[in-house]
Nanobody, 121 residues
Framework: QVQLVESGGGSVQAGGSLRLSCLAS????????MGWYRQAPGNQRELVAT???????NYADSVKGRFTISRNNAKNTVYLQMNSLKPEDTAVYSC???????????????WGQGTQVTVSS
């Protein structure tokens, strides 16, 4: 069994900051890319940022320069530091991990349940 659990969401005023965390736990053998995605009401889910096992990062244009993704491989945890938040950043943020479970031969994506981020103007 594998679980991804996010924490750190909440409500903040525009210009504020939040830090999201996502812990992957269970019978995990190896994790490749980890990432954050978000979905606002009425919108499709969109990529926010990803980070590979060796630390290569990728960001959506809308968050470049404001958000920073990082990870702690020893703790199977990925973080998203969000600064200069805007009302349009309001969404449910979910983490995802491309990982391999013990006694299997392939990687697959696992998802967390999501955490709400609300930015007021």
């Amino acid at each position: 069994q594998v679980q991804l659990v996010e924490s750190g969401g909440g409500s903040v005023q525009a210009g504020g900051s939040l830090r999201l965390s996502c812990l992957a736990s269970g019978t995990i053998f190896s994790i490749n890319t980890m990432g954050w995605y978000r979905q606002a009401p009425g919108n499709q889910r969109e990529l926010v940022a990803t980070i590979t096992r060796v630390g290569n990062t990728n960001y959506a244009d809308s968050v470049k320069g404001r958000f920073t993704i990082s990870r702690n491989n020893a703790k199977n945890t990925v973080y998203l530091q969000m600064n200069s938040l805007k009302p349009e950043d309001t969404a449910v943020y979910s983490c995802a991990a491309d990982l391999q479970v013990y006694f299997t031969s392939s990687y697959r994506d696992y998802w967390g349940q999501g955490t709400q981020v609300t930015v007021s103007s």
